[in-house]
Nanobody, 111 residues
Framework: QVQLVESGGGLVQAGGSLRLSCAAS????????VSWYRQAPGKQRERVTT???????YYADSVKGRFTISRDNAKNTVYLQMNSLKPEDTADYYC?????WGQGTQVTVNS
């Protein structure tokens, strides 16, 4: 049974930084693609970033240059470092791998 647990969300001022974590059990992150999605109030869920098993990464245009996805294989954890946060980054952030989802962590960016 795959279980993904996100953490690290919170309230931050515009321009600030947060680091989200996604810890996994029942799946080995090193051999699977892992993605972060976000869903803002009243909007559809959108893919923010993905890290492949080979380390290749994808970023949505809206976060390129500001967000960085990384993986710690020893801890079986994927991180999302978010810098230069903007109010439009406010959303619930979800970790996804092999069709399994975490419960989400809320990020609020005040202007």
């Amino acid at each position: 049974q795959v279980q993904l647990v996100e953490s690290g969300g919170g309230l931050v001022q515009a321009g600030g930084s947060l680091r989200l974590s996604c810890a996994a059990s029942g799946i080995i992150f090193a051999t699977n693609a892992v993605s972060w999605y976000r869903q803002a109030p009243g909007k559809q869920r959108e893919r923010v970033t993905t890290i492949g098993s080979n380390g290749n990464t994808y970023y949505a245009d809206s976060v390129k240059g500001r967000f960085t996805i990384s993986r710690d294989n020893a801890k079986n954890t994927v991180y999302l470092q978010m810098n230069s946060l903007k109010p439009e980054d406010t959303a619930d952030y979800y970790c996804e791998a092999t069709g399994s989802w975490g419960q989400g962590t809320q990020v609020t960016v005040n202007s």
